[in-house]
């Protein structure tokens, strides 16, 4: 029983006296930490674009609850998809959402 304690002393201070043991107990949480913070940076980060949709609402399910935000302008539109999007370049539209009626 004692050799192995001798055994298993041996080994642990060889391992933990290597540089590689110490650059990676330091470093390790450093670069966790470093990549949290770019994420959340990321995360962070609001676009000024202003994006124009036009909104098909064939099941008359969002018509007025849709509010313009920030960045976000909704125009609801009557015509048919083919129509909004043969004008969609010329009339600016970032993206079409199309919400088909519902089915009863």
Avoid at 72 to 91: C, G, I, K, R
Wanted: glycine share 4%.
């Amino acid at each position: 029983m004692n050799k192995l304690w001798l055994i298993i002393k041996r080994e642990y201070l060889s391992r933990v006296k290597t540089k590689s043991f110490i650059l990676t107990t330091i470093l390790g949480p450093l670069a966790i930490g470093f990549f949290i913070v770019i994420v959340g940076f990321i995360f962070s980060y609001q676009s000024d674009d202003a994006k124009q949709i036009v909104i098909i609402d064939e099941a008359d399910m969002l018509e007025g609850k849709l509010k313009d935000t920030e960045n976000f302008y909704f125009t609801f539109s009557q015509e048919p998809y083919t129509d909004v999007l043969a004008d969609q370049e010329s009339a600016g539209y970032d993206a079409i959402l199309v919400i088909p009626p519902l089915r009863e």
